[in-house]
């Protein structure tokens, strides 16, 4: 059996529990609307800190840039932003969530994901 480091874990709830408490911190000034109306979209609630968060991000760049104009590939920093934490009900980070082109959530995802993994899902969502 695998003994963790405590204070890791406290630390890690700790986090989690800010971003999901902390109010209006969520940018007023952060006009994209998620889910992008009429576009699929898949969102990555993370932070720019955190270990699978930064696995995360080379990922989530290349899939920017691929599925520029065929589908909407955004990054949100729950640190940065803590009542997207709230708002999107995440109890993790990162969490991925999909939507379909008509707004609704098809499929959330908690930890690293794979690029494979999200282009099949962006698949079966209709992008090519």
């Known amino acids: 059996m695998k ?3 405590n204070t890791s874990l406290i630390l890690v709830q700790i986090v989690l529990l800010v971003s999901l408490v902390a109010g209006s911190a969520y940018a007023s000034t ?3 609307e998620i889910p992008v109306p009429g576009m699929v979209t898949m ?6 800190k955190c ?3 930064k696995m ?3 990922v ?3 899939l920017e840039k691929e599925y520029a104009g065929r589908a909407a590939i955004v ?3 729950v640190w940065e932003k803590p009542n997207a934490g709230k708002k999107f009900g995440i109890r993790a980070i990162p969490t991925q969530i999909f939507y379909d ?3 609704i959530e098809v499929l959330r995802h908690e930890g690293f994901f794979d690029k494979a993994s999200i282009v099949a899902e962006l698949q079966k969502l209709g992008v090519k």
């Open 75 to 77: 990054f949100i920093d």
């Open 30 to 32: 952060d006009t994209q």
């Open 43 to 48: 969102v990555d609630l993370g932070a720019k």
């Open 60 to 62: 989530m760049e290349e």
């Open 101 to 103: 082109s008509a707004g």
């Open 3 to 5: 003994i963790y480091n």
């Open 51 to 53: 270990i699978p968060c």
């Open 56 to 58: 995360m991000a080379p």
